[in-house]
Every structure is written in C-alpha cells, then in structure tokens.
C-alpha cells in the first residue's frame, strides 16, 4: 500500500494509547496481585504486538489469502482464547473483577481515532467505504461517548441500568465492524466489497486492529458488562 505516512503514524500512536490506557487500568486493579503483575502483562502485549509487527512486515498475511483456514486466524484466535481463559478460570474472574470500570471505559476512546484511520484508508482504497462511518460502521459514536461514560461513572451521575445498555451497543457495534471487515477481506468466503476489499488489516501496522484494538475493545464491554450484572459487585 502506498500510503501517506502520517496515516500508518496516527494508527501506531492510537495503539500504544490503547496499550498505555490498558495498562494504566490493570495498575490502578483493587487486587494488589493485579498491580503487582500489571508490569508483565505490559510486556507480554508488548510482545505480542512485536510478533504480529514481524508476521505483517514479512507478508505472512497478505500473502496467498485464499488458502483455507485464512491465516488471518492467527491475529485474533490467541487474544480471543485469552479472553475467554481469563472468564473460564478462577483467578481470571478474580483479575477482571478487580479491574476499575472506569478506566475500562475510557479504554474505548481510542475507537474514534480508529475510525478516522479508518476513513482515510477508504479515501486510499485499501479498506471499502462500508467499513467507514460514512458507511455501515457507526463505532466511531462509542469513542465519542466513552469519555464522558466514564467521568459519569467518577461522579456517580450514571446508574446500572445505563451503563449495561452502553456496553451491550458497544459490543453490537464493535460486532457489526467486525463481521463487515472479516467478509469484505480477500478470504474464500469474501462476500462483500468486491470492488475494494479489505486489505489494510493484513498489512502493519493496521494488523494491530484485528490481533489487539479489536480484542481489547471487546475485553472492556465483557469485563463491564460481567461487573454491572453480578449479583454481588466487588
């Protein structure tokens, strides 16, 4: 892709915002194990985002796509396994109830830069317009919204109820995107967006989306959404 640099640029800095706003949240846990781990788990996504800079960089995806499974399983099945390890075991449910529901609403705002990125790569024609907000996808109104969401929450200014109805469209439009970008991607099933596939996310940085933004956008709504309907809150 033959792209302007200040694009590549804005993605990577929304990135390590997103790193950096994580671990910000896993330090500031109610578990002091939390905290005393936060460090390690830190570098442990710092590793993970350097293996997936090298698997891009080396055109491990964009390379060959047809073949069956995509190897694009790569960048979203390992997160999708943690996550679902961190809800399946004892001491992940520990770790994610510990975690400040504030501060993982924040997390969020980095979809509306996501989004920008987004719409400019359409302007590029490397992602199709349906991907956009000027298309089907509407994610850009959960990063507007999360900040003020989460001085709500500081304040006391919200109730439950508000909340888990926030996070259940966060989650239906993070999912919305999601299924778009997957069937619009130059996969054997591609099924949308044939004119102008969805080729950015297989090429670095914006590989990022899928193997980390993505997981950890959906992260925060489960971990919410776990919080605000337990019948006892930590």
Known sequence: ????????????????????FLHKTFGNARSEL?????????????????LQMMLSLSHFYSSDTKVFP??????????????????????????????????????????LPVEIVLYWLFLNKAVPELMTFSGRNFDILVGIS???VALLILR????????????IAGLALLLNIVIHAILSAPFPFQCLAFEQPNIAVLYFPFSWLPAFIVPAALFTHLVALRQLTRPTQV
């Open 146 to 148: 999360a900040p003020i």
């Open 1 to 20: 892709m033959n792209l302007a640099p200040y694009i590549p640029f804005v993605f990577e800095l929304t990135t390590f915002a997103c790193l950096l």
């Open 70 to 111: 995509p190897k694009f399983l790569l960048l979203i099945f390992p997160p999708l396994l943690l996550i679902a390890a961190l809800f399946m075991t004892k001491s992940g449910r520990r770790f994610i109830d510990s975690l400040p529901l504030a501060q993982l609403t924040f997390v969020n705002i980095v979809r």
């Open 34 to 50: 939390v905290r005393a781990r936060s460090n390690y788990i830190f570098i442990g996504l710092i590793l993970w985002l350097t």
């Open 156 to 167: 006391n200014k919200i109730n439950k109820t508000a909340l888990i109805a926030w996070n």
